[in-house]
């Protein structure tokens, strides 16, 4: 068990490091697989449950060698990138782990993505090989693949999983180590943790997404925390819904398990409540990732009660700010008392700040935490870049092991979000109390600015969610010609429930916020504009909401 002390510089200051008994991890990921597959053999590794497919440790090992094997068979060298386009698979965690092997620098793709945005990442990354599904939700993969590389030069081999060509790849890979048993741990002793191993695309909200590039460093050590901050053992079983291509999955999830001993459960290709909970009934998961969002519609499930949850006793909520309401109900209906919140950011490889097991009750459903073993946080005011008072809103930055290398070939936008000091400016708005817990507000650019006063969504979507018929709310900003800025609230309603109007929000929030945080305008939908990770698109829910105000 970690031990975490916080120490601050000054009781006064929003500043605060994080000290661990236990040492950073010096070595690299496929190092770490090593010692790992040697201690716990026997034991569960990956288990994808829609294909009943299971590998233990010694298992895990070895296919991942194989398919490292492959790909130097197929001349992909160290620093090469290796593009992955695919959704949640065993192939894909295989593929974290053979690229980290050999030293190849893994670009994750968001399956979401349409041929532009491919085309764009495929030739901003320089990928060389690319591994892909053959069609996911419809889309024939395939197909967009082609028409991409019409503009991405450097592709010059698509391997599809599950295709004789991947077949053909993990052949070779055996013969090759078959001919040189020591291939694969020649080419590991060449690599450095410091080594870029994985270029990770934002989400691109405005114009094209930059690439967060990470070291062996950077992940495997924040995965390593995260799961020391849940405790987890070789006993553990963590089921995974979230994306693979994001950080949730692929570091909080697969790397905090391996570098533990604990299994990695697919409970799915995507997101489905109730293929969730029925992997971990099925599984005995010991613990369950999720956005808030999937969290909200697993308890919303007719059949809920049925499932056995009782294995549960620890999980992750992060991605988006976590409604109060719905962490009290994950705590008590889902029986996961040990649930951390965690935030962070892709940049930040990517937790900065997390739960423990032994807060309050209002530490883990009011804050997001305090911040991470061997790391740094302050809040700062925006303008000036000095520290605030504990109490006071301001920018959150952090710094540590875990600040990316930076932008891949992207100089000035690295330079833009890094500043001189090493600090990662996450642009989103805190406070920091007095023992380094930290509230998230808002996005800077999130904040609504009526009539002169700076309003947070966050603290109205907080009081919605105590409607008893509102499932979820999420609040912007519209333009408006007097004040400047109108509040606008899109809601969802529960099951079976009227739907509001903005007289009866308006009713429902008056005597108990202040007149300029009642939003004006309502709008009641099915489903709010998602990203893949599970996150709500503001600016895409702005651009709509103009159009239906005209």
């Known amino acids: 068990m970690t031990r975490l002390t916080i120490v601050t510089e000054m009781d006064t200051d929003s500043y605060s490091s994080g000290v661990s008994s236990k040492p950073m991890l010096g070595h690299t990921i496929g190092a770490d697989l090593d010692r790992n597959a040697a201690l716990y053999a026997g034991r569960d590794a990956l288990v994808d449950v829609p294909s009943g ?9 070895a296919d991942v060698e194989l398919l490292a094997a492959g790909l130097v068979v197929k001349g992909v060298k160290k620093g090469d990138r290796v593009g992955i386009w695919a959704p949640n698979c065993p192939e894909w ?21 349409r041929t532009h945005e ?43 999983i599950g295709s004789f060509g991947w077949e053909l790849m993990t052949d070779r890979g055996h013969r090759a180590l078959a001919e040189n048993p020591d291939m694969i741990a020649s080419a590991q002793r060449s690599l450095s943790a410091d080594d870029p191993i994985n270029i990770q695309y934002t989400s691109g909200t405005t114009g094209f997404p930059k690439g967060a590039t990470l070291s062996h460093h950077n992940i495997l050590n924040n995965g390593y925390f995260v799961g020391e901050l849940c405790h987890y053992t070789e006993a553990d079983r963590v089921c995974i819904p979230v994306p693979f291509y994001h950080c949730f999955g692929m570091v909080m999830g697969n790397l905090a398990c391996t570098s533990h ?36 519609a697993e308890l919303a499930l007719a059949e809920f009660d049925s499932y056995d949850l009782s294995s549960l006793r620890t999980g992750i909520m992060a ?16 029986g996961m008392s040990e649930v951390s919140i965690c935030y962070g950011m892709t940049e930040t490889s990517p937790v900065s700040l997390q739960t423990r097991s032994d807060d309050t009750i209002d530490q883990r459903v009011s804050t997001v935490g305090a911040v991470g073993p061997h790391l740094e946080v302050k809040i700062v ?10 109490g006071d809103a301001g920018e959150l930055c952090t710094r540590g092991y875990s600040v990316m290398l930076g932008y891949w070939e992207q100089q000035e936008k690295t330079a833009e979000a890094i500043d001189v000091a090493g600090w990662m400016h996450t642009g989103d708005i805190g406070v920091m109390d007095d023992l380094g817990y930290v509230s998230i507000t808002g996005r800077i650019k999130d904040m609504v600015i009526r009539g002169g006063e700076n309003v947070y969504p966050r603290e109205i979507e907080e009081f919605l969610y105590t409607h008893p018929d509102i499932l979820d709310a999420q609040v912007i900003g519209v333009p408006d010609a007097k004040y400047g800025e109108e509040l606008m609230v899109w809601i969802r309603m529960k099951d079976g429930s009227a739907p509001l109007d903005a007289a009866s929000v308006r009713a429902f929030c008056e005597g108990k916020l202040a007149h300029y945080k009642i939003p004006r305008y309502v709008h009641i939908v099915d489903e709010f504009p998602m990203t893949v990770t599970g996150k709500v698109r503001k600016i895409e829910m702005r651009e709509r909401s103009m159009d239906l105000l005209g």
């Not at 925006?382 to 520290?387: A, E, K, N, R, S």
Request: aromatic share 8%; charged share 15%; glycine share 8%.
């Open 118 to 160: 491919l085309g764009f990442v495929l030739k901003q990354a320089g990928v060389s090989v690319l591994l892909s599904a053959q069609e996911f939700k419809g889309s024939d993969y395939s197909a967009m693949i082609e028409h991409a590389r019409l503009d991405a030069t450097g592709v010059r081999e698509v391997v599809f």
């Open 261 to 296: 001993g604990a299994a990695i459960v697919i409970p799915g290709a995507s997101f489905d409540p109730a293929a969730a909970l029925a992997a971990v009934e099925k599984e005995a998961c010991t613990s369950l990732y999720g956005v808030p969002t999937m969290f909200i």
């Open 53 to 61: 497919r299971r590998w233990t440790y010694s298992e895990f090992s």
């Open 93 to 113: 965690v295989l593929a974290q782990y053979a690229t980290a092997k050999i030293g190849a620098i893994l670009v994750n793709i968001n399956p979401a993505y």
């Open 381 to 390: 005011d925006p303008v000036t870049g000095l520290t605030v008072p504990r």
């Open 319 to 334: 991605g988006s700010p976590c409604p109060t309401e719905v962490m009290k109900q994950v705590i008590e209906r889902m």
